[in-house]
């Protein structure tokens, strides 16, 4: 299974901008910017980015979709 990647981010006053490739992909306020950076310092980083940007379903999705079993 492959690893997320191309994540970063920047905290800006109480916010947090990840950005996937040098892209905004979200920006975090508040009480999920605090847990974000908290997750951060536990666990893989880009993991979370990708899971909090939504962007963590990238695998075998479009593999998945062409197979002879899913083709409807």
């Known amino acids: 299974m492959g ?4 994540f970063t981010f920047t ?3 109480d916010d947090v901008v990840i ?3 040098g892209t ?13 950076l908290a997750q951060v310092e536990r666990g893989d980083s880009q ?4 899971r909090v940007t939504g ?3 990238r695998g ?3 593999t998945a979709r062409q197979h ?5």
Do not use: K, Q
């Open 19 to 21: 950005r996937h490739h």
């Open 55 to 57: 962007n963590y379903r």
């Open 24 to 36: 905004t992909a979200t920006t975090l306020r508040g009480a999920s910017a605090a847990d974000f």
């Open 47 to 50: 993991l979370l980015m990708a």
């Open 3 to 6: 690893t997320a990647s191309g």
């Open 68 to 72: 002879p079993r899913n083709a409807g």
């Open 60 to 62: 075998n999705e479009r």
């Open 11 to 13: 905290v800006r006053g």
